[in-house]
């Protein structure tokens, strides 16, 4: 007997525009030449991000997040891939579609063998979603919207009529991830913080010790998951927005996914510095990077050197060198970076769920 459980999963869909006519003139081998790269790209986009590929239909693509292993932000990962599938496609037209909400998981499917495991409504209405997105397109369910708008930003998109459903299904158009303090940043809340005010007195306390001698403070919070240390964070924040003095707050998260999360959370810190967004291409964030540097850095051999060491976190390609002596260079020009900011004005670093970083992050941070 097969076991099953109901969960909240959120479904992408992807399909290639008009290839089916293509196809019908070209030899089958040639079709499978096209196709298997594609679908490798795609693979390694949506495993890398912890979802897992439920089936290829021809040229279409369902992926799955939250099954069979779940995380608190599958959606923003099911999107974020999304975003990297159409941009790392130029060459090609698709149209992309994410959904979220309740399924039927089968835990024993094996998904390798062909074996559907996600079955539901989330399903088929992901399927109607992505048949009506733009070329090159992504629309979102509300779900996926309300789980991703302040990482995510969106354009209001007419509701679509979908097959089976009673009521036209409201969707939004994914436009790009939203340039951010870093990560995301609670900065409204619904009910008054209880029980933590000599949590939040000694974070804003080291916050005026920081300003007022001039030095740096460090603190840690450490607690289990959901006992509010984001919450915390979030109130620092308030009380900081209400300073009349203006101060730097950058903020990135470490990620349990992908090639580069050794230093993921730096280079959210650093591309949300300099303006770099996830949509832009390698010549302009190398621009905006090097006016940042600019700024900052009157001597021109000095600057040279910190900007070509912030490339590989402003999302410019290069080679990296991860030897002893190479990655102490690289530390000694972040950490003068970071310097230069906070001569400027005070500066707030937070980095979250730093138990998802190796050494190269925590070795910086000490």
Do not use: C
């Amino acid at each position: 007997m097969s076991r099953e459980e109901r969960k909240v999963v959120t479904v992408l869909f992807t399909d290639l525009v008009g290839f089916t006519s293509r196809a019908e003139e070209l030899d089958p081998e040639d079709v499978r030449a096209m196709l298997t790269p594609y679908y490798a790209r795609l693979r390694e986009q949506i495993e890398q991000r912890g979802g897992t590929v439920e089936k290829f239909i021809g040229d279409a693509v369902m992926a799955v997040f939250g099954a069979p292993v779940a995380h608190e932000d599958d959606p923003v990962r099911a999107v974020l891939t999304a975003i990297a599938i159409r941009d790392g496609s130029p060459d090609l037209e698709i149209r992309t579609a994410v959904h979220t909400g309740e399924a039927l998981v089968a835990l024993d499917a094996d998904v390798s063998a062909g074996e559907a495991f996600v079955s539901g409504d989330v399903v088929n209405t992901a399927a109607r979603l992505q048949s009506s997105a733009p070329v090159n397109g992504i629309l979102v369910g509300e779900a996926t919207y309300r789980a991703t708008r302040q990482v995510i930003e969106y354009l209001e998109a007419p509701a679509v009529e979908a097959k089976g459903k009673s009521k036209p299904v409201p969707v939004w158009e994914v436009v790009s991830a939203r340039p951010r303090y870093g990560t995301d940043v609670e900065q409204t809340h619904r009910t008054a913080l209880v029980g933590r005010e000599r949590e939040l007195f000694l974070l804003t306390d080291a916050f005026q010790r920081s300003k007022g001698e001039e030095t740096a403070q460090l603190v840690t919070l450490v607690g289990v998951p959901g006992i509010g240390k984001s919450r915390l964070v979030a109130e620092l924040f308030t009380v900081l927005d209400n300073d009349p003095d203006v101060y730097w707050w950058r903020q990135g998260r470490s990620l349990p996914y992908g090639e580069s999360r050794s230093v993921w959370a730096l280079g959210e810190i650093v591309k949300a510095q300099v303006g770099v967004l996830e949509s832009d291409d390698e010549e302009t964030a190398r621009t905006k990077l090097a006016d940042a540097v600019a700024e900052l850095f009157a001597d021109e051999e000095e600057r040279r050197w910190v900007e070509s060491h912030l490339h590989a976190l402003g999302g410019v390609a290069g080679d990296r060198d991860e030897s002893r002596d190479r990655r102490a260079d690289a530390f000694s020009a972040w950490r003068r970076f970071f310097e230069a900011l906070a001569e400027e004005r005070p500066l707030v670093l937070v980095f979250e769920d730093l138990h998802w970083a190796d050494d190269t992050l925590l070795d910086f941070v000490d």
